[in-house]
């Protein structure tokens, strides 16, 4: 007569074999996920950064003097960029100057501000008014990838838009 375990006395070297499998299998696609885990890290890190950074200069740029004409030395610090590339000037030459790399702390990141007058056709978003400018920052990176460093050329940007009214 048998007992209550049915005679069985362990597990075959098969069902050993099988499990041992699952479990390499189970632990080889979680030492490649670490890599992709760190990279979304990374990537976080870089985008907080470069609005961080954004931020900033944009806080700059919104303190800066834009008055009515007055006899005042220098009453427009603010400026307009005379094309898409072109850093703004205002009254007393260039305002806020391309930054490349912002600074020896972040190295890694570019630094633009650009100032449309909103008062020139075609204006600023369908807004014609000359007592109105409309202020770009753009910070922009080299982002990772998961396997390192994204390829020269290859860039990702934090960009902020505001309006900026005559003072």
């Not at 950064?49 to 800066?64: G, K």
């Not at 006899?71 to 490349?100: H, I, M, N, R, W």
């Not at 000359?130 to 202020?135: D, G, W």
């Amino acid at each position: 007569m048998r007992g209550i375990s049915g005679g069985q006395r362990g597990m075959t070297i098969v069902e050993i074999m099988v499990a041992v499998a699952i479990i390499g299998v189970g632990l080889v696609a979680l030492a490649s996920a670490i890599p992709l885990g760190a990279y979304g890290v990374q990537e976080g890190h870089q985008l907080s950064t470069a609005v961080f950074l954004a931020n900033q200069r944009m806080e700059q740029v919104r303190n800066a003097p834009w008055l009515a004409p007055e006899p005042a030395a220098c009453p427009d610090q603010l400026g307009v960029s005379a094309s898409a590339t072109a850093v703004p000037t205002g009254s007393c030459g260039v305002t806020f100057l391309d930054e490349s790399p912002v600074s020896a702390l972040y190295a890694g990141f570019r630094r633009t501000v650009r100032v449309t007058d909103c008062g020139l056709a075609p204006g600023c978003g369908g807004v014609l008014d000359a007592a109105l400018r409309q202020v770009v920052v753009t910070v922009s990176y080299r982002p990772m990838t998961g396997t390192g460093t994204a390829p020269s050329g290859r860039t990702k940007a934090a960009l902020l838009t505001s309006y900026i009214a005559r003072r």
